[in-house]
């Protein structure tokens, strides 16, 4: 490639995402860059935008959540507060729940199973939900997002999808394993969740195969892999 097309190409991408104002969050070396159709939270610590179970809304709940209480023996044993996912944000009126794992960063990908996965995310859905509802009334920040999820969580009509994000590309893993993987995390956490979402409304990826599918034209966010200056 010549100087000027590769310039010209350079300066294409970067008015892209200026023109896009796009919102960029880091979570196990990954990097997600939503753009400015998607309402996220505008909170910045150190200015950089914060994923959601590190925003003020999980702390003010946390902080309530968290109490101690005494078990048959008389020892005061901490209660679990909530846990929730990474983000958090309204697409097309619709509320999306993300939650990321990134097993590049894992030795052995197998010592988490499957079901048990399943069931952290599930739990972390129903905590987050419970977070939003209770951030409404305990949390200054983003308040318009908090209002307007809690809006559509009142309507008849579903609005809510999950995308879980499990990050498989490991050595240990070949490509046909890793779409197994996905395709049987899928059906579990779609059984987990029959209370709250229909199958259709749960997308199971990782970056190859969100990106082999499009999703990222019907989900508007683009996703790297985090590099390491040496």
């Given at each position: 490639?010549?100087?000027?097309?590769?310039?010209?190409?350079?300066?294409?991408?970067?008015?892209?995402?200026?023109?896009?104002?796009?919102k960029q969050y880091k979570e196990e070396g990954l990097i997600f860059d939503f753009?400015?159709?998607?309402?996220?939270?505008?909170?910045?610590?150190?200015?950089?935008?914060?994923?959601?179970?590190?925003?003020?809304?999980?702390?003010?709940?946390?902080?309530?959540?968290?109490?101690?209480?005494?078990?048959?023996?008389?020892?005061?044993?901490?209660?679990?507060?909530?846990?929730?996912?990474?983000?958090?944000?309204?697409?097309?009126?619709?509320?999306?729940?993300?939650?990321?794992?990134?097993?590049?960063?894992?030795?052995?990908?197998?010592?988490?199973?499957?079901?048990?996965?399943?069931?952290?995310?599930?739990?972390?859905?129903?905590?987050?939900?419970?977070?939003?509802?209770?951030?409404?009334?305990?949390?200054?920040?983003?308040?318009?997002?908090?209002?307007?999820?809690?809006?559509?969580?009142?309507?008849?009509?579903?609005?809510?999808?999950?995308?879980?994000?499990?990050?498989?590309?490991?050595?240990?893993?070949?490509?046909?394993?890793?779409?197994?993987?996905?395709?049987?995390?899928?059906?579990?956490?779609?059984?987990?969740?029959?209370?709250?979402?229909?199958?259709?409304?749960?997308?199971?990826?990782?970056?190859?195969?969100?990106?082999?599918?499009?999703?990222?034209?019907?989900?508007?966010?683009?996703?790297?892999?985090?590099?390491?200056?040496?």
């Amino acid at each position: 490639m010549n100087l000027q097309i590769y310039t010209i190409q350079k300066w294409n991408f970067i008015a892209y995402h200026t023109n896009k104002k796009m919102k960029q969050y880091k979570e196990e070396g990954l990097i997600f860059d939503f753009n400015n159709e998607w309402l996220l939270p505008d909170f910045k610590k150190d200015n950089k935008f914060v994923m959601f179970d590190k925003h003020p809304v999980y702390d003010a709940i946390q902080k309530i959540g968290n109490y101690k209480e005494q078990d048959k023996k008389g020892n005061w044993v901490s209660i679990r507060g909530v846990k929730n996912v990474d983000f958090v944000g309204v697409l097309n009126n619709e509320i999306h729940f993300i939650e990321v794992k990134n097993f590049r960063q894992e030795d052995d990908v197998l010592n988490m199973t499957i079901e048990h996965k399943a069931t952290d995310i599930a739990s972390k859905i129903k905590d987050s939900i419970a977070t939003i509802v209770g951030g409404k009334f305990n949390c200054k920040e983003d308040t318009i997002l908090w209002q307007k999820i809690v809006e559509l969580l009142k309507e008849n009509e579903n609005k809510i999808k999950i995308i879980c994000w499990l990050e498989l590309s490991t050595p240990n893993i070949s490509e046909k394993k890793a779409k197994d993987m996905l395709r049987r995390y899928r059906e579990k956490l779609t059984r987990k969740l029959a209370w709250l979402i229909k199958s259709e409304g749960l997308l199971v990826t990782d970056k190859n195969n969100f990106y082999a599918n499009s999703f990222n034209k019907i989900y508007n966010f683009e996703v790297y892999f985090e590099t390491v200056d040496s």
